[in-house]
């Protein structure tokens, strides 16, 4: 498999998150080419602000491996992470990261903060970016605007 074909299945966990109405982003952590963990947001559904696709991945893959450094793991997220999942990434021991679209208001990869390669920690993540860039960023868009629809036609509803 490739990076597009591991993208593709944290594509399916980020329609996983999407059918529970919570913003889809899904996430895998390959480990000798074998999917090791899963993960999509359930923010909403658990109301837990820790329950992002990254981290629920990260910690099935360590309860697989028994351990909590994941050296040899690669992990795919359709979004780049937000400060706290890149600190997981860098906690993990994580070397690459490859993820599919950026996130100008809460990246820490590449937008806002770049955390993965900053040389102060005592490890640094190799990041690959784009990979499935327009399916990715096109679930996050139809996603945005079907809940926008959707609160509007809730406010015509009250106001009648």
Request: with cysteine.
């Amino acid at each position: 498999m490739n990076h597009e074909d591991y993208m593709l299945l944290a594509i399916e966990e980020a329609k996983k998150a999407a059918a529970l109405k919570e913003v889809p982003i899904g996430a895998v952590v390959v480990y000798q080419e074998r999917v090791i963990g899963r993960g999509f947001n359930l923010r909403e559904q658990k109301q837990d602000p820790l329950l992002h696709a990254e981290i629920l991945a990260i910690r099935e893959a360590a309860k697989y491996l028994g351990s909590w450094r994941l050296e040899e793991c690669t992990l795919y997220v359709t979004l780049e992470p937000c400060p706290m999942c890149a600190g997981a990434i860098l906690q993990a021991r994580i070397p690459q990261l490859i993820y599919g679209t950026k996130d100008p208001k809460a990246g820490c990869v590449d937008s806002l903060y770049h955390l993965l390669n900053d040389e102060r920690f005592n490890h640094q993540t190799t990041v690959i970016d784009g990979v499935l860039q327009e399916t990715c960023s096109q679930m996050l868009r139809n996603f945005f605007r079907t809940l926008r629809e959707e609160k509007k036609q809730k406010n015509k509803q009250t106001q009648l």
